[in-house]
């Protein structure tokens, strides 16, 4: 079996890196994410991603997912990521993922969703030996709001966008 990566980390060594992530969903149910990253320890420029959800029907849910798995992608092996973002259900997934896995994908609610989305997280996240942390950031009452503004500002127009 091929080891993830479908695509190559960013940064070339590990490092102790921290990522924020915007997503927005549309009322036409397109979405998209956007994300920034950087290295606390070196001072290599930040790496910068944005994309449109490839579903017809997405939700904002799918796109933070779909951050959280382009932060990871990011990170080379070895690395430490603390995730920034006003998703709790990125928090969720960080914290639990495993758990609802070995349940056959039982959680407090039911049944997990998205799982499609958090195997791939799992799988790059366990093949990169990463450790990722999560961090809310909630509206107004985070030194991070700068950024996750432009990040969600930035998702916004990509999900408008025909």
């Not at 070995?102 to 998205?114: E, V």
Request: hydrophobic fraction near 35%.
């Amino acid at each position: 079996m091929l080891k993830y990566p479908e695509k190559q980390p960013h940064f070339p060594t590990e490092g102790d890196f921290w990522g924020w992530i915007g997503a927005s969903r549309q009322p036409t149910g397109r979405s998209a994410m956007a994300i920034e990253m950087y290295d606390r320890k070196s001072h290599v420029d930040p790496y910068h991603f944005a994309a449109k959800s490839g579903d017809a029907d997405s939700n904002d849910q799918r796109a933070y997912l779909q951050g959280l798995r382009a932060v990871c992608e990011a990170a080379p092996n070895g690395s430490a990521i603390r995730v920034f973002t006003r998703s709790t259900y990125v928090g969720d997934v960080i914290k639990s993922a495993d758990q609802w896995k070995m349940a056959g994908w039982k959680n407090s609610n039911g049944h997990a969703s998205n799982t499609d989305i958090i195997e791939q997280y799992l799988k790059v996240r366990d093949e990169r030996s990463l450790a990722v942390q999560f961090c809310h950031c909630p509206k107004k009452r985070s030194e991070h709001e700068a950024i996750i503004e432009k990040l969600l500002a930035e998702a916004h127009k990509l999900a408008t966008d025909e």
